[in-house]
């Protein structure tokens, strides 16, 4: 492969995995330099065909991460998250921890925050970049069962909230409540939902609304711990009409809002199972669950955990519904 080939191959490779996500896209540039000043020297890369991972990775070798570990938070957290997409968790995982690293470096050498008086307006973009790579680490210790340490880490986030938007405080303080009903503590969940609920109801931030849906939906969980299933109900529908607009009241489960917004229509629609489940029966919630089961196919990059969530439970029931007719 020709050096020219190779930078051509490498662009169309990054361009799938950066139409994914907005942070990957901030790559691009990085990458294009990176190529314009190595394109006379051939790499092993050029020995054979290559995907979004290996470039990355080869991104990485070349990333000096002491004197960039903002570009190398990057790299690493898009590895992570194509390496979620492709169900290696494990290997995920350690490119979530070295994002988070990194991101903290970066945060820490940054310009100093914007201020007004004594107060800070906003603690700058590597601050915000340090919050997502540690909420993705935070999300992925979750995901590997490792309670004590996404508690660890997302209570650090509690105490690091100065200067971010509402959005941001709001999304911390779900994290934490998330935790807080993996414990068995869904009381105290519903405390940190209700402030995160509390700060976006004060604000005009244009990530208010899909981050209230997100809190009502981990409301809704907490609601469900408690066997509350009345007040879940109205959550949930509360959360439908924000997503859809007026119709959505009128939505059946398993239907989905002309919405393009693929992510919480899924998360909706498993919530709307989860209702279904603990009220209504397994018809309904099946609905539900096969139509969230659908919804992710179009998230990208890929959610691997979620869809085998989703499909243990869909699996369960089927095992539910050929229990029940044997008895029969």
């Known amino acids: 492969m020709t050096p020219a080939t190779y930078a051509l191959a490498v662009g169309s490779l990054l361009l799938c995995v950066?139409?994914?996500?907005?942070?990957?896209?901030?790559?691009?540039?990085?990458?294009?330099?990176?190529?314009?000043?190595?394109?006379?020297t051939p790499t092993k890369l050029a020995e054979g065909p290559t995907g979004p991972i290996d470039v990355l990775l080869d991104q990485l070798s070349h990333t000096n991460s002491e004197e960039k570990p903002g570009v190398a938070a990057g790299v690493h957290g898009a590895l992570a998250r194509l390496l979620d997409a492709d169900g290696q968790s494990d290997a995920a995982?350690?490119?979530?921890?070295?994002?988070?690293?990194f991101a903290k470096i970066a945060a820490a050498a940054a310009p100093p925050a914007l201020k007004f008086g004594d107060g800070i307006l906003w603690a700058?973009?590597?601050?915000?970049?340090?919050?997502?790579?540690?909420?993705?680490?935070?999300?992925?210790?979750?995901?590997?069962g490792s309670l004590a340490l996404a508690e660890k880490h997302a209570n650090e986030q509690l105490d690091d909230l100065v200067g971010l938007d509402p959005s941001y405080i709001a999304s911390a303080f779900r994290m934490a409540a998330r935790i807080r009903c993996n414990l068995g503590h869904p009381k105290s969940a519903l405390r940190l939902l209700k402030f995160a609920k509390e700060r976006l109801d004060m604000t005009s931030d244009p990530e208010g609304p899909d981050e209230l849906v997100r809190v009502l939906f981990g409301t809704v969980e907490a609601h469900l711990q408690l066997q509350e299933i009345s007040d879940a109900r109205q959550l949930v529908q509360q959360a439908q009409r924000i997503l859809c607009g007026s119709e959505g009241s009128a939505m059946q489960c398993g239907s989905t809002c002309p919405v393009d917004k693929p992510e919480l229509q899924a998360e909706l629609q498993q919530a709307l199972g989860d209702v279904a489940l603990a009220s209504?029966?397994?018809?309904?919630?099946?609905?539900?669950?096969?139509?969230?089961?659908?919804?992710?196919?179009?998230?990208?990059?890929?959610?691997?955990?979620?869809?085998?969530?989703i499909e243990r439970i869909l699996q369960s029931l089927q095992t539910g519904k050929e229990l029940a007719a044997s008895k029969s």
């Open 280 to 309: 209504t029966g397994m018809s309904q919630a099946t609905a539900c669950y096969k139509e969230a089961l659908k919804l992710e196919a179009q998230v990208q990059p890929r959610r691997h955990q979620r869809i085998v969530n």
């Open 18 to 40: 950066l139409l994914w996500d907005s942070q990957l896209r901030q790559l691009l540039y990085g990458v294009s330099l990176s190529m314009a000043g190595t394109m006379h």
């Open 124 to 144: 700058g973009k590597e601050k915000e970049e340090f919050f997502d790579a540690r909420t993705r680490l935070v999300e992925a210790y979750l995901a590997h």
């Open 93 to 101: 995982l350690r490119h979530h921890e070295a994002a988070a690293h």
